[in-house]
């Protein structure tokens, strides 16, 4: 199968109750891990691209790596996605390069501006048959002066706004602050989601599909293997995984995962590092890194629910 958008993949989710993972892409072991496990468990994937791995590997040597995840599975539905794309040229640029879905995130912007650019990146992709996500509220991380819990819960999407954003903007999907934010230290205390705000605006927006972003579930497997082998990540906090499998039967049709991805690498290479001082050979660590996240990545499409749906969806 060509690559496809998340249209199908999105109308199915929502019908029957589940999420299909967007995992953030970075070099080839990355890649190798996560398509190995979805190939395994037969389900949709959605990979994506960042501005930080645009700038670390190169979008053509990434997109490299992805057409070859396609080509040599066919049997796979394949999305590729710009994840917060952060201007128009960004999202015409990565429409143009074949991509099948773009982020605009202009949720930054004054909510008028933030339609406004939205729609304008829906006018130059959809003619071309490609999916726009477009978020509304803050997360923290990338959202750089959003941070920590009790930030974040000031900047949770407002349901009335979220209807009015979606009929003016005309995007095909929305990633709505709910609680979460990307990286490590989701929550300060104990983690809670907004499954209210989730709630009503699913009931206001029927069959219309929601994204959750900052879904990390942070596993403490290998927070206490990056700990325990010379790491130092005290008071690591990601979304319990009875949360995301809660969300991901609710309108959330596209979860979105990397930071665990980045601990799984990071814990394997560590602990082989520790083990074996004297290994310099590459494939060696980056090898059980790829397992890792391929183990990993196995898991996670049971959490989500979508694992054996890759047929319904193509
Ligand atoms: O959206 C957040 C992702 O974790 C990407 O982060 O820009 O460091 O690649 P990055
Ligand atoms: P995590 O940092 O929770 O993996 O979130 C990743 C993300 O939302 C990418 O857009
Ligand atoms: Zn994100």
Sequence with gaps: MALVNTKKMFEMAYKNGYAVGAFNVNNMEITQGIIDAVAEEKAPLIL???????????NSY?????????????DIPVAINLDHGDTFETCKQFVDDGFTSVMI?????PFKENIALTKQVCEYAHPRDVVVEAELGQLGGIEEDVVGVEDVDKHIADPDQAVEFVEKSGCDSLAIACGTSHGAYKFKSEPKL??????????????FPLVMHGSSSVLKEFVDLINKYGGNMPHTMGVPEDMVTKASKMAMCKVNIDTDLRLALTAKIRQVFAEKPGEFDPRKYLG???????AMVKHKLHVLGCAGKAGECS
């Design 288 to 294: 059980p890194g790829r397992d890792a996240i391929k």
């Design 194 to 207: 907004a499954f209210n705000v989730i709630e009503e605006i699913g009931k206001r927006l029927p069959n």
């Design 62 to 74: 990434l997109r490299a790596i992805i057409d070859v995840v396609v080509a040599e599975n066919p």
């Design 48 to 58: 994506q691209v960042s501005r930080g791995a645009r700038e670390y590997a190169k």
């Design 105 to 109: 995130d202009g949720s930054n912007l």
